[in-house]
């Protein structure tokens, strides 16, 4: 579903992305892991054309998207929803306006055929009671679902999530996880997470990624990456001070 060959990128002269290659198979949940500002967001931004590579390939659903002019890459981005490490809410919305607003940009459904499909999503995450709050009265945890219910409105292909479980309790990470869970279930959507957060790897990930030096230097099943023999790997996922990362 998605394809990153070869892909460099640099930022202010530094080298983020270094030759990173990476496939990921339709319907899959791949995590790519790695320590902050390893560029996995970075690589998050080149599947959905937001950032271009310096050098090297990405295709989506068999498409390049390096080359494509601005109406293509539109319709490419359409594939996708996102949800970002805040949630992302704009703070003058409440939640159903929120979920509610990228129909209202794109389609032309009635107000009617709206209501029905964004109650289904909030119902879906569990927050059909709360529809009516504004962001501002929303715990960490629900404006991250409120998010999610927005990303997955237009029924995408990809889910993208950038950090999902950052800033949360235990308990209420472990329900976005299995709310990561649900909806690649539920939609059957290609699901890439970005996260440092192991725990949440483990649950979510049917293969994890190691992000390293601006390369990808093992993919596995969570247990393959749980039980990595390699050094790199090794210190991240024990959370180890000394080894090849320091």
């Known amino acids: 579903m998605i394809a990153l060959s070869n892909v460099t990128k640099r930022l202010g002269g530094q080298m983020v992305l270094d030759g990173l290659s990476l496939e990921i198979e339709r319907g899959e949940t791949m995590v790519i892991i790695g320590r902050s500002g390893s560029g996995k967001s970075v690589a998050l931004k080149h599947m959905v054309g937001l950032m271009r590579a310096d050098s090297g390939t990405v295709t989506v659903d068999g498409v390049a998207v390096g080359g494509l002019h601005a109406a293509a890459m539109f319709e490419l981005r359409r594939k996708f929803g ?101 909806v690649k279930n539920e939609l059957k959507v290609t699901s890439v997470v970005v996260t440092h957060d192991m725990d949440s790897a483990y649950r979510v990930g049917d293969r994890i990624a190691m992000l390293y030096g601006g390369r990808i230097v093992q993919v596995g099943s969570p247990d393959e990456i749980r039980n990595s023999d390699n050094g790199i790997v090794r210190q991240f996922v024990e959370g180890r001070i000394g080894g090849p990362m320091d």
């Open 82 to 182: 996102m949800l970002f490490q805040s949630g992302a809410l704009i703070n003058w919305l409440n939640v159903f306006d929120n979920v509610a607003l990228p129909l209202r940009e794109h389609t032309r459904m009635k107000p009617d055929a709206i209501r029905q499909e964004v109650m289904q999503r909030l119902g879906l995450l569990e927050l059909d009671d709360h529809a009516e709050k504004m962001p501002a009265d929303l715990s960490g945890g629900m404006r991250k679902r409120a998010g999610l219910a927005r990303a997955i409105i237009l029924d995408p292909q990809i889910i993208l999530y950038d950090e999902p479980t950052s800033g949360l309790d235990p308990v209420m990470g472990s329900r976005i996880n299995q709310l990561i869970v649900d």
